[in-house]
């Protein structure tokens, strides 16, 4: 609970003009309402001394101290809670920022259902802290003070008969706080889980109709939907225990206040006014106690939700890079990359248990792993499946670290560059071309925003996309599907292609990108390619070797006995055709393929 209100408090900070208006408004309210049993005291009195006429007089009371009350509630809740929204939006705000600087060994331990579940359930449930958690426990200790000190001022004796039930009060919220706390807990980490299930089948939706896996993928989520509404259930019994607990022990307080107050007023000890306005005020108390049973189970909701915020805000981001002038970017010469002794082993590896039993580490993918691109070089990777390949790519821009070892552009580690600098200068297009909902156009241009259409049709004409485009109803202006799902997967590579060759880079990565095209298009793109890459360093990552053949060096990757990635052959293309080792025989079978594929 500490934990919790030490990251919250300083969300807060940028609102104490608010909060001081929104508790200020609290105080009057709280103060008109408890003005109203001392105006019935003295209304009760008079009408027991047969003073009728007065009863006007005090009705009028009455009524001015409900509006009051009402109008300073509504201010109240209008500063007090609108903070909570305030400090809600900067909360997300930073949650959203965070994730952006995470790195993908991160994103790789957590499913996209489990984060979107903490940005919203988890985040709803701090709010809830910082707007009726904060507020209610304020008015309650006002109206509780208020009380006890008119209470008091009636029958000190009176007053500890109706409140002997305090003690039991603060056990019963000591023991089933915990427990709330506890399920709260699991319930918020079944609720990621449907989350994630649900979020996969979506963007999955076509592969699972394809499958016909749809009464397979409802038992799935039948299953977690059950497990989910069994820990609710399971939080909802100690919940609903609460309350009815709560009004049990204020009952049997209050039948305890009835009857010693009545044997007081016919002892002459009080008036039947006070003892109507001490009821009054224990049953004001009434709703102070809910609320405390209801503010534990806010905070304690909160607090479980906030210790799952806090496994993402404690997540350790790549640096901040700070601001690099445009100018920077300008007219810049290629740049040469250099792996020295380069060891790397993907994080996920070891979650998922690749250390062994015995505790050892995960077999590396790069091991003492050196490479040499010079500077203008388009260089081809190729190999097996789980060759390395694609890891050797995703280390130049940073999408991983090495654990050991570096990379080194211009002669400068990668790590010692800022990240904007670095990615500036690296157009990276992965095997996955993620697209966004939104419009072609705006897909190409995403990394420069202010591109001019004209760019931005020449970058489409490169990657061969132009002339679908032209065939689309709305042009450039065409509406993609969530992930790029309106279109096909040899279209969304083409983006990917264009949207990297739009970026004026001094080095371009491309990781097996065109796989989904036929060979027609293919050398289309890569004459494309060729033409961009003049005055740039070009990295290709292909599994057709028909892809690489122009390159100036190839290299095969293969894992040697300890799994760690080598290169094994290097060369052109037709130095390692006519060498006749492992490149060639792969060339031989795939140009086989091919033949036989055209029969």
């Given at each position: 609970?500490?934990?919790?209100?030490?990251?919250?408090?300083?969300?807060?900070?940028?609102?104490?003009?608010?909060?001081?208006?929104?508790?200020?408004?609290?105080?009057?309210?709280?103060?008109?309402?408890?003005?109203?049993?001392?105006?019935?005291?003295?209304?009760?009195?008079?009408?027991?001394?047969?003073?009728?006429?007065?009863?006007?007089?005090?009705?009028?009371?009455?009524?001015?101290?409900?509006?009051?009350?009402?109008?300073?509630?509504?201010?109240?809740?209008?500063?007090?809670?609108?903070?909570?929204?305030?400090?809600?939006?900067?909360?997300?705000?930073?949650?959203?920022?965070?994730?952006?600087?995470?790195?993908?060994?991160?994103?790789?331990?957590?499913?996209?259902?489990?984060?979107?579940?903490?940005?919203?359930?988890?985040?709803?449930?701090?709010?809830?802290?910082?707007?009726?958690?904060?507020?209610?426990?304020?008015?309650?200790?006002?109206?509780?003070?208020?009380?006890?000190?008119?209470?008091?001022?009636?029958?000190?004796?009176?007053?500890?008969?109706?409140?002997?039930?305090?003690?039991?009060?603060?056990?019963?919220?000591?023991?089933?706080?915990?427990?709330?706390?506890?399920?709260?807990?699991?319930?918020?980490?079944?609720?990621?889980?449907?989350?994630?299930?649900?979020?996969?089948?979506?963007?999955?939706?076509?592969?699972?109709?394809?499958?016909?896996?749809?009464?397979?993928?409802?038992?799935?989520?039948?299953?977690?939907?059950?497990?989910?509404?069994?820990?609710?259930?399971?939080?909802?019994?100690?919940?609903?225990?609460?309350?009815?607990?709560?009004?049990?022990?204020?009952?049997?307080?209050?039948?305890?206040?009835?009857?010693?107050?009545?044997?007081?007023?016919?002892?002459?000890?009080?008036?039947?006014?006070?003892?109507?306005?001490?009821?009054?005020?224990?049953?004001?108390?009434?709703?102070?106690?809910?609320?405390?049973?209801?503010?534990?189970?806010?905070?304690?909701?909160?607090?479980?939700?906030?210790?799952?915020?806090?496994?993402?805000?404690?997540?350790?981001?790549?640096?901040?890079?700070?601001?690099?002038?445009?100018?920077?970017?300008?007219?810049?010469?290629?740049?040469?990359?250099?792996?020295?002794?380069?060891?790397?082993?993907?994080?996920?590896?070891?979650?998922?248990?690749?250390?062994?039993?015995?505790?050892?580490?995960?077999?590396?993918?790069?091991?003492?792993?050196?490479?040499?691109?010079?500077?203008?070089?388009?260089?081809?990777?190729?190999?097996?499946?789980?060759?390395?390949?694609?890891?050797?790519?995703?280390?130049?821009?940073?999408?991983?670290?090495?654990?050991?070892?570096?990379?080194?552009?211009?002669?400068?580690?990668?790590?010692?560059?800022?990240?904007?600098?670095?990615?500036?200068?690296?157009?990276?297009?992965?095997?996955?071309?993620?697209?966004?909902?939104?419009?072609?156009?705006d897909n190409l241009a995403f990394g420069d925003d202010d591109a001019p259409l004209d760019e931005v049709h020449r970058v489409a004409e490169e990657a061969g996309l132009a002339g679908d485009i032209e065939g689309f109803p709305g042009g450039y202006d065409t509406m993609?599907?969530?992930?790029?799902?309106?279109?096909?997967?040899?279209?969304?590579?083409?983006?990917?292609?264009?949207?990297?060759?739009?970026?004026?880079?001094?080095?371009?990565?491309?990781?097996?990108?065109?796989?989904?095209?036929?060979?027609?298009?293919?050398?289309?793109?890569?004459?494309?390619?060729?033409?961009?890459?003049?005055?740039?360093?070009?990295?290709?990552?292909?599994?057709?070797?028909?892809?690489?053949?122009?390159?100036?060096?190839?290299?095969?990757?293969?894992?040697?006995?300890?799994?760690?990635?080598?290169?094994?052959?290097?060369?052109?293309?037709?130095?390692?055709?006519?060498?006749?080792?492992?490149?060639?025989?792969?060339?031989?079978?795939?140009?086989?393929?091919?033949?036989?594929?055209?029969?």
């Amino acid at each position: 609970m500490l934990d919790m209100w030490r990251r919250v408090l300083p969300y807060l900070g940028p609102y104490k003009g608010r909060l001081a208006f929104g508790f200020a408004a609290l105080v009057l309210c709280r103060v008109f309402f408890l003005v109203v049993p001392q105006v019935l005291e003295r209304a009760v009195d008079a009408l027991e001394a047969g003073a009728t006429s007065e009863m006007w007089t005090y009705g009028g009371f009455i009524v001015a101290a409900a509006g009051g009350s009402a109008v300073f509630r509504y201010f109240m809740r209008w500063y007090l809670i609108g903070v909570s929204r305030y400090a809600e939006y900067d909360l997300r705000r930073d949650f959203y920022l965070h994730l952006q600087r995470l790195p993908a060994a991160f994103h790789a331990r957590f499913r996209v259902g489990d984060i979107l579940s903490r940005g919203a359930q988890d985040m709803n449930a701090v709010r809830m802290v910082l707007g009726p958690g904060l507020m209610y426990p304020v008015e309650t200790v006002f109206t509780t003070v208020g009380c006890f000190a008119f209470m008091l001022a009636i029958s000190p004796r009176l007053t500890l008969v109706a409140l002997a039930v305090m003690p039991v009060v603060s056990i019963l919220m000591k023991i089933l706080g915990e427990k709330i706390f506890r399920r709260s807990e699991v319930v918020q980490a079944k609720m990621a889980d449907i989350s994630a299930v649900v979020q996969e089948n979506a963007a999955a939706a076509r592969l699972v109709r394809a499958f016909v896996q749809e009464d397979a993928q409802r038992k799935v989520f039948g299953k977690e939907n059950e497990a989910y509404a069994a820990r609710s259930m399971e939080l909802v019994a100690v919940s609903a225990a609460l309350f009815p607990l709560l009004l049990a022990l204020i009952g049997m307080g209050l039948a305890g206040s009835l009857v010693l107050g009545g044997r007081m007023v016919i002892g002459g000890a009080i008036t039947l006014g006070e003892l109507v306005a001490f009821l009054f005020y224990y049953g004001y108390l009434t709703w102070p106690m809910i609320a405390i049973g209801w503010v534990v189970n806010i905070h304690q909701r909160g607090a479980a939700s906030m210790k799952r915020l806090a496994v993402i805000f404690d997540a350790e981001p790549l640096p901040a890079p700070p601001a690099v002038p445009e100018a920077a970017y300008a007219d810049r010469p290629a740049a040469g990359i250099e792996f020295r002794d380069v060891r790397f082993a993907y994080p996920s590896a070891a979650q998922n248990g690749a250390a062994g039993s015995n505790g050892a580490e995960p077999r590396p993918v790069l091991s003492d792993f050196n490479l040499r691109i010079e500077p203008g070089q388009t260089v081809a990777f190729v190999g097996r499946t789980g060759s390395g390949k694609s890891t050797v790519a995703r280390l130049i821009p940073r999408i991983y670290d090495a654990q050991r070892g570096s990379i080194r552009i211009d002669g400068r580690d990668v790590r010692e560059i800022p990240l904007q600098e670095l990615r500036r200068d690296i157009g990276f297009v992965p095997q996955d071309s993620f697209l966004f909902s939104m419009t072609l156009r705006d897909n190409l241009a995403f990394g420069d925003d202010d591109a001019p259409l004209d760019e931005v049709h020449r970058v489409a004409e490169e990657a061969g996309l132009a002339g679908d485009i032209e065939g689309f109803p709305g042009g450039y202006d065409t509406m993609v599907g969530e992930r790029g799902v309106t279109l096909s997967g040899g279209q969304r590579q083409r983006a990917a292609i264009a949207r990297a060759l739009l970026l004026d880079s001094r080095i371009l990565v491309f990781d097996d990108v065109l796989s989904a095209v036929d060979s027609e298009t293919e050398s289309r793109i890569l004459g494309a390619v060729r033409r961009a890459s003049r005055d740039r360093t070009t990295v290709i990552v292909a599994h057709r070797l028909s892809t690489v053949k122009d390159a100036d060096v190839i290299y095969l990757l293969d894992a040697d006995e300890t799994g760690a990635t080598r290169v094994v052959e290097s060369g052109t293309h037709d130095d390692l055709v006519a060498a006749g080792g492992l490149y060639a025989g792969m060339y031989r079978r795939q140009m086989l393929e091919e033949e036989l594929s055209r029969l």
